[in-house]
């Protein structure tokens, strides 16, 4: 067997290519005609692939991510996962960004968008158990919290994108914003152009764009080309991938 089939083994069946430092994010592959999104099986594998990366070295780490929503635990597993590696991480994120994904999609130091790419944010569903008042309630306050959190992620990075900063919204109030567009539409659906407003896609990053991270995204499927104006700042013209 030669190395470029041993790599594309890897790649098909666990989703990484060690050589070049990359994962894929997505379902967990199956018989099945129906997409299964995020879970546990999606997330464990993930967090191995995430593990061993991190254990080889610290250069930075590009994950593809097609992935729909899913189980929110196992969502915030792999946020964490993220929002821990010692090297840096890029997402570059293909197809739908969607419920569970698009919290996902907030983890890395680095995130792209591909032009086609819709960004759906929405409170989660949790099912109760009619028979026990109690753990219904527990369930209800348990769902509270988390759907708290999820704002908290998303305005985090709100609060850093142009629009909060045009308009000099402080924490709270970008939260209120984020909250009443939920409240509103239920289904709050941003194109890529619209969601640069609310810095939920790319454009911004917290570490050095380095020569080895500007390699990175250079080679990257569909990049046209890419213009570093700061340490911090960038554009990525986008082509058909």
């Known amino acids: 067997m030669s190395n470029n089939d041993a790599d594309l083994i890897s790649i ?138 999820m704002l908290d992620i998303f305005t985090e990075r709100c609060i850093q994108g142009d629009m909060a900063k045009s308009k000099n919204w402080k924490k709270m109030i970008a939260k209120k914003h984020i909250q009443s567009q939920l409240a509103n539409q239920c289904d709050w659906i941003l194109t890529a152009e619209e969601s640069i407003a609310y810095n939920v896609w790319m454009g911004h990053t917290n570490f050095d764009i380095t020569k080895k991270v500007a390699e990175i995204i250079e080679i990257t499927e569909g990049v046209e080309s890419l213009d570093v104006y700061t340490r911090y700042r960038f554009r990525i013209s986008v082509g058909k991938a």
């Open 12 to 149: 098909h069946t666990y989703s990484l290519d060690t050589k070049n430092r990359e994962i894929f994010l997505h379902s967990y592959m199956s018989d099945s005609d129906e997409e299964s999104g995020v879970d546990y099986r999606s997330a464990v594998m993930f967090e191995k692939n995430m593990r061993y990366l991190n254990l080889l070295s610290n250069d930075p780490i590009l994950i593809h991510m097609h992935l729909p929503g899913g189980d929110w635990e196992d969502c915030l597993g792999i946020y964490d996962t993220i929002q821990n590696s010692k090297s840096k991480t890029i997402i570059l994120a293909y197809g739908k960004v969607q419920s569970a994904s698009s919290v996902i999609f907030q983890s890395p130091n680095l995130r792209i968008l591909m032009p086609n790419v819709n960004i759906l944010i929405h409170y989660g569903s949790i099912s109760l158990d009619a028979e026990h008042s109690k753990a219904a309630a527990s369930s209800l306050k348990w769902n509270e919290r988390e759907c708290d959190k």
